[in-house]
């Protein structure tokens, strides 16, 4: 009976332990990764305002996947590859030379990121057919963002570019 009583006791207190072990490690292991809403947000933040606003094509290859495609359902469909997005982004930054994208909604379900945003800038170089106007111009837009592993995989998106014209 004492040997049952003495290797009931030594079982209990490894239980013990090993819950405080765990109860321990456990917030280290929740603060070593952020959760994947918050990085999933700081990527579309870095898409729109890093690679769109300012046409920073370093930080383009570093979040965007190299299968990347963005579709673009105001124009029929066109889809682009990372480099075509990037071109995109590059040409949009020359012929609009301050322009800055604003994220005015934002809503995150799993890998999946939705963007309302609006992007402003001035119309100070050709763009497609449209000679340099030095006016100010607005678009708007709506983009679903998909993320995998910590990186954007397609962009499909909406906008409406009238009014930039």
């Known amino acids: ?20 072990v ?3 490690l456990a917030p280290i292991t929740v603060l070593a990764e952020p959760p994947a809403a918050e990085s999933n ?4 933040e870095q898409y729109f305002g890093a690679v769109f ?9 570093a979040i965007l996947t190299a299968d990347f495609q963005r579709i673009d359902r105001s124009q029929s ?5 990372k480099a075509g997005t ?19 909604a934002l809503a995150i379900e799993g890998d999946t990121v939705a963007v309302c945003w609006t992007a402003r800038g001035t119309n100070d170089a050709t763009f497609g057919v449209v000679p340099a106007t030095n ?4 678009w708007t837009g709506m983009s679903f963002l ?3 592993d910590g990186k954007i995989v397609t962009e499909m998106t909406n906008l409406e570019n009238v009014s930039a014209l």
């Not at 947000?41 to 579309?44: D, G, V």
């Open 77 to 81: 469909g066109t889809t682009l590859g």
């Open 22 to 24: 765990l109860l321990l």
């Open 41 to 44: 947000e700081a990527l579309a």
């Open 86 to 104: 990037q071109f995109l982004a590059d040409y949009l930054h020359n012929s609009f030379s301050d322009v800055t994208y604003t994220i005015d």
């Open 135 to 138: 006016e100010p111009v607005t």
């Open 1 to 20: 009976m004492k040997l049952l009583t003495l290797l009931s006791s030594r079982v209990s207190l490894f239980v013990l332990f090993a819950m405080a």
């Open 53 to 61: 606003g300012k046409g920073d094509m370093e930080i383009g290859d």
């Open 146 to 148: 998909t993320m995998k």
